[in-house]
């Protein structure tokens, strides 16, 4: 059971455009959504989180939405750059019962920024 | 300041074997995470350690175990290796008790089973 699915594995933008990464999660219990960042033989960077009870959280060039009707999270990254090209994983986490301090991770987006 | 460091970043063992990793975490930090990342999957939550009690497991069967030491650093073991355990080890930590989950993670280490 994939409680949180990224359905694109790959995307690919031109530079200066905007990057959209969709994440879609299944429990309404969820407490805490994140967006990691992957380059390649390095392990995972923590980009942005926002929390269940707001809409939007905002930092630079990153913006997260959360839809929480639509159990849907997005990250918007204006304008893109080519040093942007890397694996995105969203994370939720639940912050109470037994799914305490664990994150549970989507299967990630490959985004390619094109110069 | 120092990052999360895995050791070793590369193992190779053959099927039966027992692995060990390594893991230090961030100064300061106390708990400890173990994730892994099989070949085009997302990476799968193994274990969470906080001052040195196992706080919580995912589903993985028992031969995947660890421990956290005094000193928060930890180990994961895996025995009786199986094809399938073939996949990238992350570890990662973090202050205890942040809520919002903020996990820095190492580079990991990258297990092959022959």
């Known amino acids: 059971d994939q409680q949180v699915k990224q359905n694109s594995p790959s995307l690919s933008v031109q530079e200066g455009r905007i990057s959209i990464l969709n994440c879609d999660y299944t429990?309404?219990?969820?407490?805490?959504f994140l967006w990691y960042k992957k380059y390649p033989a390095e392990g995972p960077t923590f980009l942005i989180s926002?929390?269940?009870?707001?809409d939007k959280n905002e930092d630079g060039r990153f913006t997260v939405f959360l839809n929480k009707s639509a159990k849907h999270l997005s990250l918007h990254i204006v304008p893109s750059q080519p040093g942007d090209s890397a694996v995105y994983f969203c994370?939720?986490?639940?912050?109470?019962?037994?799914?305490?301090?664990?994150?549970?991770f989507g299967q990630g987006t490959i985004l390619t920024v094109h110069p | 300041e120092a990052g999360v460091t895995q050791s070793p970043t590369h193992l190779i063992k053959t099927r039966g074997q027992q692995a060990t990793l390594r893991c230090s975490p961030i100064?300061?930090?106390?708990?400890v995470y173990w994730y892994q990342q099989a070949l085009g999957l997302g990476l799968q939550f193994l274990l969470w350690?906080?001052?040195?009690?196992?706080?919580n497991r995912g589903n993985f069967p028992p031969r995947f175990s660890g421990r956290q030491f005094p000193n928060y650093s930890s180990e994961l073991n895996v025995n009786a290796l199986e094809l399938e355990d073939s996949a990238l080890y992350l570890c990662?930590?973090?202050?205890?008790?942040?809520?919002?989950?903020?996990?820095?993670f190492g580079s990991g280490t990258q297990l092959s089973v022959l």
């Open positions: 350690y906080d001052e040195g009690e196992e706080r």
């Open positions: 100064s300061g930090h106390t708990s």
């Open positions: 994370a939720v986490v639940n912050a109470g019962g037994t799914s305490y301090g664990k994150l549970t």
């Open positions: 926002i929390s269940s009870i707001k």
């Open positions: 429990n309404s219990m969820f407490d805490y």
């Open positions: 990662a930590s973090s202050e205890s008790g942040t809520l919002n989950e903020k996990l820095f």
